[in-house]
């Protein structure tokens, strides 16, 4: 793909790519030894010291954040989109497993207590982020077992091998899994075997046919094929936090339990807000103590719940299928409710209403694609759609809001040209603990190790300041509401005049030109709470208003 003389692909990570694809599609197998030297050849951005002997503690930390505990103890892991595609491959025993998480990465994955690990996959994506996550975590395991090997003590060996920062995270994302962690590297070389059971299109347009109807047959009573709906692609935590505002009765128990823990940072923060120090809001940070304070408290999770269904929200947790839960919303019952005062909006032309929000917890790269086109095939009409999601930033500061305009898909090779909904006037009121940026140049891409510097470089002269995972497969989506075939390739396509509201909206989670400022040495925490609900703000105020268009 070309802009001007400048190229848009590096033949590197290109060749990387195909590697292993095309032994995933001749043998259903691979062994991740077989595909380290193309992985160190990309130079990725998040594994910069790939080919040397030292320990890239970053990729380290990245990838352990992103695979569940049990990996250590894995030798084989197994990918399928359904539980259809297990059984037929002779794995019907795996309703049985062990349901196991991580804890940077939202995926259904099952572990037989033994050696294997079976994950779900919702598109392409998946594998090609399970693949890169495995193959840096591989090279760094095996790193450390060339040095701890043979130690009567390798708990100290690892005090030579990462800094103190470094190994404290360890020590803490780990708990008390650590020792056992040590004792597996110390011990074994590593070398996965991952098998995929089906590649197919078939496979993950059924999933993700399968995932809808589960959800639609939840939600039988609304009829979701009679009804307009509001699209949202954001989490499901921020948007029905701030339409039920359940935080602003249980303040006073949330504080206390803020205290109670201690935390000197969060007390800080807290008191930061409230002296007017820093102007973050004090109920998006209510919400941030809530999810803390959910975890160990079931009781205020239940008032939670019944505060929800109070205004008809239905949530549907995923079965058998994409895991990806939803949460389906009547306009009707938000009619007269309190908001948000700095949204200055009116609610009462909702009691009108026939059309829903369908809320989704974000995918994962090309799953987007599958999941709106289903949606848009089994729904009266769509409205609006609404993305809101992370994004590495190369021009702007952790926690700020980036709105694009113009989005590169690697995927497709398309440039679209979007009037988005949303410019920096939509959070003059709501938004003052960074900036905004609209009109933004962003590049979708294939995965998040899939970049090095001489790439990022090159989309930096040609504008691009923002990368993420979502944007061009929903624009794939997109383009088959309107026009008369699937989504092209290698085209610049208009998207300024659409007949719903387009909005799309990223919050900097990543600055991948700045050292020490990537997601593999630190985690996403209160950065970006405030940059997530103003943005889910708008997209609430959007809903609202567009909806006068049709009572």
């Given at each position: 793909?070309?802009?001007?003389?400048?190229?848009?692909?590096?033949?590197?990570?290109?060749?990387?790519?195909?590697?292993?694809?095309?032994?995933l599609?001749?043998?259903?197998k691979?062994?991740?030894?077989?595909?380290?030297d193309?992985?160190?050849?990309?130079?990725?951005?998040?594994?910069e010291?790939?080919?040397?002997?030292?320990?890239?503690?970053?990729?380290f930390?990245?990838?352990?954040?992103?695979?569940?505990?049990?990996?250590?103890?894995?030798?084989?892991?197994?990918?399928?989109?359904?539980?259809?595609v297990?059984?037929k491959?002779?794995?019907?025993?795996?309703?049985?497993?062990?349901?196991?998480?991580?804890?940077?990465?939202?995926?259904?994955?099952?572990?037989?207590?033994?050696?294997?690990?079976?994950?779900y996959?919702?598109?392409?994506?998946?594998?090609?982020?399970?693949?890169?996550?495995?193959?840096?975590?591989q090279?760094?395991?095996?790193?450390?077992?060339?040095?701890?090997?043979g130690?009567?003590?390798p708990?100290?060996?690892?005090?030579?091998?990462?800094?103190?920062?470094?190994?404290?995270?360890?020590?803490?994302?780990?708990?008390?899994?650590?020792?056992?962690l040590?004792?597996?590297?110390?011990?074994?070389?590593?070398?996965?075997?991952?098998?995929l059971?089906?590649?197919?299109?078939?496979?993950?347009?059924?999933?993700?046919?399968r995932?809808?109807?589960?959800?639609?047959?939840?939600?039988?009573?609304?009829?979701?094929?009679?009804?307009?709906?509001y699209?949202?692609?954001?989490?499901?935590?921020?948007?029905?936090?701030?339409?039920?505002?359940?935080?602003?009765?249980?303040?006073?128990?949330?504080?206390?339990?803020?205290y109670?823990?201690?935390?000197?940072?969060?007390?800080?923060?807290?008191?930061?807000?409230?002296?007017?120090t820093?102007?973050?809001?004090?109920?998006?940070?209510?919400?941030?103590?809530?999810?803390?304070?959910?975890?160990?408290?079931?009781?205020?999770?239940?008032?939670?719940?019944?505060?929800?269904?109070s205004l008809g929200?239905?949530?549907v947790?995923?079965f058998?299928?994409?895991?990806?839960?939803?949460?389906?919303?009547p306009?009707?019952?938000?009619?007269?409710?309190?908001?948000?005062?700095?949204?200055?909006?009116?609610?009462?032309?909702?009691?009108?209403?026939?059309?829903v929000?369908?809320?989704?917890?974000?995918?994962?790269?090309?799953?987007?694609?599958?999941?709106?086109?289903?949606?848009?095939?089994?729904?009266?009409?769509?409205?609006?759609?609404?993305?809101?999601?992370?994004a590495?930033?190369?021009?702007?500061?952790?926690?700020?809001?980036?709105?694009?305009?113009?989005?590169?898909?690697?995927?497709?090779?398309?440039?679209?040209a979007?009037?988005?909904?949303?410019?920096?006037?939509?959070?003059?009121?709501?938004?003052?603990?960074?900036?905004?940026?609209?009109?933004?140049?962003?590049?979708?891409?294939?995965?998040?190790?899939?970049?090095?510097?001489?790439?990022?470089?090159?989309?930096?002269?040609?504008?691009?300041t923002t990368?993420?995972?979502?944007?061009?497969?929903?624009?794939s989506?997109?383009?088959?509401?309107?026009?008369?075939?699937?989504?092209?390739?290698?085209?610049?396509?208009n998207?300024?005049?659409l007949?719903?509201?387009?909005?799309?909206?990223?919050?900097a989670?990543?600055?991948?030109?700045?050292?020490?400022?990537n997601?593999?040495?630190?985690?996403?925490?209160?950065?970006g709470?405030?940059?997530?609900?103003?943005?889910t703000?708008?997209?609430?105020?959007?809903?609202?208003?567009?909806?006068?268009?049709?009572v």
């Amino acid at each position: 793909m070309h802009q001007g003389n400048t190229t848009f692909t590096i033949e590197e990570i290109e060749t990387h790519i195909r590697t292993y694809r095309s032994l995933l599609k001749s043998s259903g197998k691979i062994h991740i030894s077989k595909i380290m030297d193309s992985h160190i050849a990309m130079k990725s951005v998040l594994h910069e010291k790939a080919g040397g002997k030292q320990v890239d503690a970053a990729a380290f930390v990245y990838a352990l954040l992103r695979l569940p505990f049990c990996i250590w103890r894995t030798e084989s892991i197994i990918l399928g989109q359904s539980y259809s595609v297990f059984k037929k491959n002779g794995y019907s025993g795996i309703g049985t497993w062990k349901r196991v998480e991580a804890p940077g990465r939202r995926r259904k994955m099952l572990f037989d207590g033994k050696a294997t690990l079976a994950l779900y996959i919702a598109s392409v994506t998946d594998v090609d982020d399970l693949i890169t996550l495995l193959t840096a975590f591989q090279i760094e395991w095996n790193k450390m077992n060339d040095a701890l090997a043979g130690l009567k003590n390798p708990e100290n060996g690892m005090e030579k091998l990462f800094a103190s920062s470094d190994l404290n995270r360890i020590r803490l994302i780990c708990g008390k899994d650590y020792s056992s962690l040590v004792k597996y590297i110390s011990k074994r070389r590593a070398d996965w075997i991952v098998t995929l059971l089906s590649g197919s299109y078939v496979e993950y347009a059924k999933a993700t046919q399968r995932w809808w109807d589960h959800v639609a047959s939840m939600a039988h009573d609304l009829r979701l094929y009679r009804r307009a709906v509001y699209f949202v692609s954001s989490n499901t935590h921020s948007l029905v936090n701030l339409l039920t505002r359940f935080v602003v009765t249980e303040e006073k128990e949330l504080t206390r339990y803020l205290y109670e823990g201690k935390n000197e940072l969060l007390i800080s923060l807290w008191e930061q807000i409230e002296n007017g120090t820093y102007t973050g809001s004090r109920e998006h940070f209510l919400y941030y103590i809530a999810k803390k304070y959910a975890a160990v408290n079931p009781d205020f999770v239940k008032r939670k719940h019944n505060r929800e269904q109070s205004l008809g929200v239905l949530s549907v947790a995923p079965f058998h299928y994409l895991d990806i839960n939803t949460q389906i919303i009547p306009l009707s019952r938000l009619a007269g409710i309190s908001l948000d005062d700095r949204l200055d909006v009116t609610t009462k032309h909702l009691a009108k209403s026939n059309a829903v929000i369908v809320n989704i917890d974000y995918p994962l790269g090309w799953a987007a694609y599958q999941i709106l086109t289903e949606i848009g095939q089994n729904v009266d009409m769509v409205r609006g759609v609404y993305i809101m999601g992370k994004a590495a930033t190369l021009n702007a500061n952790i926690g700020d809001i980036l709105i694009p305009t113009t989005i590169f898909d690697q995927h497709t090779k398309n440039i679209y040209a979007l009037k988005n909904s949303f410019t920096a006037s939509d959070f003059v009121k709501i938004f003052c603990t960074g900036s905004v940026m609209d009109e933004q140049k962003t590049v979708t891409v294939k995965g998040t190790f899939l970049q090095n510097k001489k790439i990022l470089d090159t989309w930096y002269k040609e504008g691009y300041t923002t990368v993420e995972m979502e944007a061009g497969p929903y624009m794939s989506a997109a383009y088959e509401f309107i026009y008369y075939n699937r989504y092209q390739e290698q085209q610049f396509i208009n998207f300024t005049n659409l007949p719903f509201d387009l909005g799309i909206v990223h919050y900097a989670s990543d600055t991948p030109n700045s050292k020490g400022t990537n997601l593999g040495v630190r985690n996403l925490a209160y950065e970006g709470v405030e940059a997530t609900y103003a943005a889910t703000l708008a997209i609430i105020k959007k809903i609202i208003e567009k909806e006068k268009e049709f009572v």
